[in-house]
């Protein structure tokens, strides 16, 4: 029997939950001109429910989202045809030294504890990473691919 596509409405405690699982995602900023720009990235999400993404200051989803802080993230599985969900968000840019310990968290949320947080923190400095981090307002369904339902009974 073929797969059939879902789109569960879920509310914003299970929408944490499914991010919280998530790594990877396709972050839209807008450009100079309105255009979109895509980026592929890493995520985490921080203890306030906000979407946070590692980065370094000359990178353009970094300028774009300083300019206009609307932006959208697509949340995609490991397996390819697993659930996704689209997000719709207010972007800030954090800068070191403000980023620093948001990076801390953002690498927790991903990987646990780092075997050693000083050395993390000097890689981070030496780096000069930035911390984008999108508070989510808005939020489509959890979704799978997969055949219509009309189709797929059979």
């Not at 719709?88 to 801390?104: F, K, Q």
């Not at 000083?118 to 990473?129: L, N, V």
Request: contains cysteine; aromatic residues 8%; charged residues 25%.
């Amino acid at each position: 029997m073929p797969k059939t596509a879902t789109a569960d409405r879920v509310d914003r405690d299970e929408l944490l939950a499914f991010l919280r699982r998530r790594h990877r995602a396709v972050l839209m900023t807008r450009r100079r001109d309105g255009s979109p720009q895509l980026s592929p990235v890493t995520c985490g999400l921080d203890a306030g429910g906000r979407v946070v993404v590692s980065t370094y200051p000359q990178r353009a989803k970094v300028a774009n989202a300083r300019r206009d802080p609307a932006v959208s993230l697509c949340v995609l599985s490991d397996e390819w045809d697993g659930p996704w969900v689209q997000l719709d968000g207010t972007a800030e840019v954090l800068d070191l030294p403000e980023a620093l310990e948001p990076l801390v968290e953002y690498f927790r949320s991903i990987s646990g504890e780092h075997p050693d947080w000083d050395e993390y923190r000097a890689a981070m400095w030496q780096q000069g990473k930035s911390l984008l981090r999108v508070t989510v307002q808005r939020w489509g369904p959890v979704a799978t691919g997969g055949f219509p339902s009309e189709l797929s009974k059979g």
